[in-house]
Antibody, heavy 117, light 109 residues
Framework: QVQLQESGPGLVKPSGTLSLTCDVSGDSISSGNWWSWVRQAPGKGLQWIGEIYHSGRTNYNPSLKNRLIISVDRSKNRFSLNLASVTAADTAVYYC??????????WGQGTLVIVSS | QTVVTQEPSLSVSPGGTVALTCGLDSGSVSNDHNPSWYQQTPGQAPRTLIYSISTRSSGVPDRFSGSILGNKAALIITGAQAEDESDFYCALLMGSGISVFGGGTKLTV
């Protein structure tokens, strides 16, 4: 059974860069699936951030595209999220996931990132 | 950007049947949107119930079913139980591999 674990700083300063990593176990990141990031602001719904294939091909949410980089490290079986120029509006629980069908299927437990000075 | 619509809230009696829907602010949902459905309880990660329109994820009870009904995707709960009280989200596939989540439905049992 695939397992995903998010890690990274829980506090980021405004205008800084939010960087998270998702470690994958129980599956190879090169297995032919897409790997996603989703976030949820406090008290709000789910927002799809973007996804990556093991080849490095990406799809991004248009509203975040200008600030977003998702990358993959096949040697470490992990993928990462970098979101630049963050504001308080980027405060959220961030989830990584492996896709089932066309959308996130298997989810990590999530990690809270607060943007504050 | 296209908006995915869900009922903000619904209620169902224990043992009853309820349909949660997932639509588009403009246009109809089709097989090409390949809907997924998720359940989330407070403080927990989402749980995938249905993907690829109607495929149940491993371990999901068969009282949950997914389909396209008319111009919307639907999640039908047959024989609702108290533990089904939670938030439900759908996701639709748009162009260029982009997924969009609906705003969620709060289900009261």
């Amino acid at each position: 059974q695939v397992q995903l674990q998010e890690s990274g700083p829980g506090l980021v300063k405004p205008s800084g860069t939010l960087s998270l990593t998702c470690d994958v176990s129980g599956d190879s990141i090169s297995s032919g699936n897409w790997w996603s990031w989703v976030r949820q602001a406090p008290g709000k719904g789910l927002q799809w951030i973007g996804e990556i294939y093991h080849s490095g091909r990406t799809n991004y949410n248009p509203s975040l595209k200008n600030r977003l980089i998702i990358s993959v490290d096949r040697s470490k079986n992990r993928f990462s999220l970098n979101l630049a120029s963050v504001t308080a509006a980027d405060t959220a629980v961030y989830y990584c996931a492996r896709d089932s069908g066309s959308h996130p299927g298997y989810w990590g437990q999530g990690t809270l990132v607060i943007v504050s000075s | 950007q296209t908006v995915v619509t869900q009922e903000p809230s619904l209620s169902v009696s224990p043992g009853g049947t309820v349909a949660l829907t997932c639509g588009l602010d403009s246009g109809s949902v089709s097989n090409d949107h390949n809907p997924s459905w998720y359940q989330q309880t407070p403080g927990q990660a989402p749980r995938t119930l249905i993907y690829s329109i109607s495929t149940r994820s491993s371990g999901v009870p068969d009282r949950f079913s997914g389909s396209i009904l008319g111009n919307k995707a639907a999640l039908i709960i047959t024989g609702a139980q108290a533990e089904d009280e939670s938030d439900f989200y759908c996701a639709l596939l748009m162009g260029s591999g982009i997924s969009v989540f609906g705003g969620g439905t709060k289900l009261t049992v």
